[in-house]
């Protein structure tokens, strides 16, 4: 038995001497956070990607990435701490592998675990004894028993004796200063025990906090719930936008009033629709997952439907607001504030400002945008760059449009210069 449990007792000791080797696959939003938080704890660290641009930029000690300052990125090259490949074969040198590729929906909103698959694969054709492989990529519960296990196990080395495999959600949201990949605790779920307590050690080299749970498939649900919970109470109160809208009430002093009671209420906002990697993606992929049991997720699919709809809502606003000046939508200028799906960041992925410039353009208007922090755009085929001149595009628009509420802006200022204002955020009722 003790031979059994050699490969852990090594890896083990590795990790508690911090000569473990981390590599991390995919080196985005997730990746190269959790990067540099390795690495900043002592460890050795091999960012892998398939970006050429990503791998140079990392070599360079350049940061693409807003939450991560390239002064650091520099400091842990110079230290030996970090270093970036696009060759998969340092898979065989290293002793810990996280996975932090992307995982969208298809156009047919089901989970496209391609990605997961395809680095799942070239693991496989390195794996050795003494290896932890955490995968950190959304996804639904399952995935990492059902499609990472087999594939691993197929060369014949034995889960929780020879290597070791475990699910640990990400918990990015880019832009905070206030909790970090550092600090936010980190939920982690092993296939065995030894999985488990493998994956921990290493994880508490590095994060403040780690929180155990007794499968990988619950900690797969645990971040479906974060983000299922968020998604069905934005749902919710975009309906009740909906409905204030047909009462004739304002629905931002409704909420500011109901947020006053202490207890029994947690305040969420309306606004353009979702965005980002996680909250218009995530409840999906367990909605698709309950499907394949016969079980429909109905709060899941009609938040969704209420939340994928708001973008035509405000195009509607839009037309509605020109009406009143006896102009149509069609060839009349529309100038949108903002194209991140929130503030004070680069990051337009799912982001509600790309479908309603997608519409307005639909439906022939001059559509212009301005963002401090994303210089160009392409929706289908529609691209854009932002503005240079943002107060001569105030005086000119027909109608602005705010979608992203960035600090950048004087509200004031963009309330005296435009003709007319199509608040979807609330913003300059609070200015």
């Known amino acids: 038995m003790a031979l059994l449990s050699a490969a852990k007792e090594r890896l083990l000791e590795r990790i508690a001497r911090r000569t473990v080797r981390v590599g991390i696959i995919g080196v985005g939003y997730v990746g190269l956070p959790l990067a540099t ?31 991560v300052p390239s002064s650091l990125v520099a400091h842990l090259r110079a230290d030996g701490l970090l270093d970036a490949t696009c060759d998969v074969s340092v898979l065989a040198e290293l002793d810990a592998i996280s996975i932090c590729v992307p995982t969208p929906l298809r156009k047919t909103r089901d989970p496209d675990i391609s990605a997961i698959i395809n680095v799942t694969e070239q693991i496989a054709r390195y794996l050795r004894p003494g290896q932890v492989i955490i995968l950190e990529s959304t996804t639904y519960p399952g995935t990492t028993r059902e499609i990472i296990l087999p594939r691993l196990e197929a060369g014949g080395l034995r889960v929780g004796v020879d290597y070791f495999l475990a699910f640990s959600p990400e918990r990015v949201d880019p832009g905070r200063t206030d909790w970090t990949t550092r600090n936010t605790p980190k939920v982690m779920g092993g296939v065995t025990p030894a999985c488990l307590e493998t994956a921990r050690a290493l994880y508490e080299t590095a994060i403040e906090r780690v929180v155990p749970v007794s499968s990988p498939e619950a900690a797969e649900m645990v971040k479906l719930l974060e983000n299922t919970f968020r998604a069905v109470n934005i749902g919710l109160v975009n309906e009740v936008l909906l409905m204030c809208d047909k009462l004739g009430l304002d629905v931002w002093e409704v909420i500011d009033a109901a947020a006053s009671k202490p207890f029994g209420f947690m305040k969420f906002t309306p606004g353009p629709g979702l965005g980002g990697h996680c909250i218009p993606i995530d409840p999906l992929y367990l909605s698709w997952k309950l499907k394949t049991l016969n079980y429909t997720a109905r709060f899941i699919d009609l938040a969704s439907e209420v939340n994928t709809d708001m973008p035509r809502y405000w195009v509607q606003k ?21 194209a991140a799906y929130k503030r004070d960041i680069d990051d337009v992925r799912e982001s509600p400002a790309l479908d309603i410039l997608h519409l307005l353009h639909q439906k022939g208007s001059l559509v212009e945008y301005h963002d401090p922090y994303v210089p160009q755009i392409q929706v289908e085929e529609l691209r854009l760059r932002s503005v240079s001149d943002l107060d001569g595009a105030l005086r000119t628009a027909d109608c602005v449009v705010i979608v992203t509420d960035h600090t950048a802006y004087d509200w004031r200022a963009v309330t005296v210069a435009a003709r007319r204002v199509v608040d979807t955020r609330g913003v300059l009722r609070h200015a």
Do not use: C, P, W
């Open 318 to 338: 839009v037309q509605d607001a020109l009406n009143e000046d006896g102009r149509a939508l069609k060839g009349s200028r529309v100038l949108v504030l903002g």
């Open 37 to 67: 938080v390795f690495g900043s704890a002592g460890l050795r660290v091999t960012a892998i990607d398939m970006s050429t641009e990503r791998v140079a930029a990392i070599n360079a000690g350049h940061s693409y990435i807003e939450d």
